[in-house]
């Protein structure tokens, strides 16, 4: 396949440039060129800035795809010309969303089949953590429009890996490697899930190979906090009230802890493969001292 990735060069989308490269596709990633471009020599690069609507996706008007990823459509604004410039251009539509899509849900596990939170207005523009989840939600709403019937849906639950920039599970592995008792958040009884981000990359390959469409979950697997330390290397830990803003810690009924429980029970039945827990705690854990 021709594959088209917006982005490609930042973390979930560098992992799917790779794998898509991997499996023997040949890949070309659109972006600002504001980030080194770590990817191999064979991928293509073409720059352009979405962020100035059609005009900025100039340099794409000579290619055709079998298949556009989009990991960096954050806003309607940046996702419609996208879309409307690359329809007669590209045969399917992958879209990375989120679980946030659903909001600080109650009802657990997530499914697919969860209510949506009401999608924001099409002039919305500002990202943050009140309307990440209302943007995605309208994103997602304009790829179906776009590409009926042709639109992969991919709402991945947090993702970890090598090269992650949010530093949220290297805070967590610097702090078991310097502090003996480590504090936990909590009594250990609270859940954290996450998914790695090989497995999201090579997900998406498979969908794109196989030609499935439709909306997917991708989570990981939920642990308990004293699991999760514990698998970290913890050899003791001292649990108490959490400190404010603490990475990746949801207490189990507070604010958004629907979301640490997400099922990927059609993402598996379609063909999700899990790295076991241990593994990709490993291969982080090196990925930080290469």
């Known amino acids: 396949m021709k594959v088209l990735i917006l982005g490609g060069t930042v973390f979930v989308g560098r992992h799917l440039a790779q794998a898509f490269f991997e499996a023997g596709h040949q890949v070309t990633v659109f972006n600002r060129g504001k980030t080194p471009n770590p990817l191999p020599a064979g991928v293509e690069h073409l720059g352009g800035d979405r962020d100035q609507g059609l005009l900025g996706l100039v340099s794409l008007a000579a290619g055709t795809w079998d298949l556009c990823i989009d990991t960096s459509g954050y806003t309607p604004s940046q996702v419609r010309p996208a879309l409307s410039f690359l329809v007669p251009k590209v045969g399917r539509y992958l879209y ?19 209510p949506l939170v009401l999608a924001a207005e099409e002039e919305a523009t500002t990202v943050d953590g009140k309307t990440y989840g209302p943007l995605k939600v309208a994103c997602e709403n304009l790829v179906r429009e776009f590409f009926p019937g042709q639109a992969i849906i991919l709402r991945p ?18 702090r078991v490697a310097t502090e003996n008792p480590v504090k936990g958040p909590g009594d250990g009884t609270d859940h954290v899930q996450f998914v790695d981000v090989t497995d999201l990359a ?3 390959v498979l969908l794109a190979e196989k030609g499935i469409s439709g909306t997917f ?4 697997h939920r642990v308990t906090w004293a699991e999760f330390l514990n698998l970290l290397g913890a050899k003791a830990v001292l649990w108490g009230p959490p400190e404010p803003d603490l990475p990746l810690y949801r207490p189990e009924h507070g604010l958004y802890s629907g979301l640490m429980h997400v099922s990927f029970s059609r993402a598996q039945a379609n063909g999700l493969v899990l790295t076991d827990l241990p593994t990709t705690l490993a291969n982080f854990a090196k990925s930080l001292l290469a």
Do not use: K
């Open 96 to 114: 990375v969303s989120a679980v946030m899509t659903y909001g600080d849900t109650q009802l657990r596990p997530v499914t697919e089949d969860n």
């Open 217 to 220: 979950q991708v989570a990981g």
């Open 157 to 174: 639950q947090i993702v970890v890996g090598p090269h992650d920039p949010s530093g949220r599970l290297e805070f967590w592995c610097h």
């Open 202 to 204: 090579r997900f998406a």
